[in-house]
């Protein structure tokens, strides 16, 4: 079960590294990370409730979401950072063009 978690997050990571344009970027967290928004919302709503009584498995299950949630988050925000420095690459590089 564990390997499962895993490699489900691993995959996670990786998937916004194959990303190649801003608009698949924006496609893919909106086609992952809503799933993830109404998962953690229905959670945190019932949690919220006077009358919730957890149970001890409450615990697997957050890190069982909460994982694969994090390593897409990470993988967009590595993707996020390594287009902001390609971008700031070039445009230094077009000054130094341009003052030649």
């Known amino acids: 079960m564990i390997l ?3 490699l489900v ?3 996670l990571l990786a998937i916004p590294m194959f990303i190649p344009t801003w608009k698949g970027f924006w496609i ?3 086609i992952i990370g809503l799933p993830f928004i109404a998962l953690w919302g229905q959670h945190f709503h019932v949690t919220s409730q006077p009358d919730y009584n957890g149970s001890p498995g409450d615990g697997l299950g957050i890190v069982i979401v ?3 949630t ?7 925000f590595i993707r ?3 287009w902001m ?6 445009q230094k590089h077009a000054k130094s063009e341009c003052s030649k």
């Open 4 to 6: 499962i978690v895993i």
């Open 9 to 11: 997050a691993l995959i």
């Open 28 to 30: 893919s967290s909106a």
């Open 66 to 68: 909460g994982f694969p």
């Open 70 to 76: 994090l390593c897409f988050l990470l993988g967009m």
């Open 80 to 82: 996020y950072c390594m």
């Open 85 to 90: 420095i390609r971008i700031l690459r070039t």
